[in-house]
């Protein structure tokens, strides 16, 4: 549990008079991106469980395959706190896994990202009576079988298993240095740390 207080926050797993400073490295700063990855490789992984209840229809595959492959590719992306990871040192050893990263990326950006229309054709059409006159439009669109989609959700899944492995095996060379590093200060050099602070997570209204 975290209380705050008014010289900073209390871990109340510690006995109290314990302090906590806030670590400001760039170690620090790649652990919370690394944490940060995690929690959204765990999310997709949970998300694409869902299929175990044995719903396999088109809405149930198309939100699952949606929101995982949202999750698992915020973790390559820029963003500012994602842990932007490189699949070129991922998958450097899995040739089989880039390409199929490479097919999930286009799959995400134009199908669910940008609606390019991946899997997917839809025309509008021009009926006419039996004297070629025009009396009516019609727009028709047919998808992918969704039972084509499986194996490729399988493809997915086995992707973010192998980034969760990097990022935990990253987790541990950081924590590795980050703990050789404090155990080199001296308690003026530690109380002379920022203390320890937390933002509120919320969301902007723009």
Known sequence: MIENKDNGLRLTEYPEGYSVKRLNTADADRLNRLRTGLSRLELARATMELLKNGDESRAMLEAVACAASIYYFSCFGGGSYGPRLRAEK??????????????????????????????????????????????DTKTISMDIDPSAVLPWMKS???????????????????????????????????????????????????
């Open 90 to 135: 991922v998958f450097k050893n899995n040739k089989e896994a880039k390409q199929n990263h490479d097919h999930w990326k286009t799959i995400r950006d134009q199908r669910f990202g940008h609606l390019v229309g991946v899997g997917q054709s839809i025309v509008t059409l021009l009926i006419a009576d039996d004297s070629d006159r025009p009396i």
């Open 156 to 206: 997915l899944y086995q992707l973010i298993g192998v980034a969760l492995i990097h990022i935990q095996q990253e987790v541990v060379e950081v924590e590795s240095r980050i703990r050789e590093a404090f155990e080199k200060l001296s308690p003026e050099e530690f109380l002379a740390l920022p203390d320890a602070t937390i933002p509120i997570p919320h969301h902007e209204r723009r």
